[in-house]
């Protein structure tokens, strides 16, 4: 009866929404509730886990998209690489859209979201049972990751990547 309560009481995760909740909250909650082992699952969850119910199909996606987005990256960077072994169109065509996005916030969020619909479907039916608590887990993941990506810290770091670029023409010119 415990697991229905902790599931229904924990607020709604959206991608486009920020963290009702940190991780470390979620797990203090689950503490009681979980018994030990799935306790220990959850608290070394990760978003490359690949143990657990849900982990193993995540994972699956998971590494895809990441297989695709380090090729693309590779491609985009004129270094030769192979493409990988096995490539999901939907995928290939969700990295192709957000590597060419002008705005790279916009095309982190493309990519969030498309994970979030991808645990709702894996997760489907499920609502008061292991795949509805570590998908949930898994989201809360993702928006942590999120909220990594402060805006101010961003234009930050471009303006140094452009100093460092207009130092090295400047030193070349120089030459």
Known sequence: MAYYYLISSLPMLKADGSMPLSYDQFLILCRDVLGDAKYALLKDLSLSSVDGPLVKEWAKYYGLLHEELTYQRNVRLGRKTAAPSYREESIVKLVSAAMNHKNPLAAEEMLLAWQFEKLDE???????????????ALKLKLLERKQSFIKEDGKAEFGRIVGNLEHQIMSMEQE
């Open 122 to 136: 894996l997760v489907g039916i499920h609502y008061f049972d292991d795949y509805a608590l570590i998908g949930y």
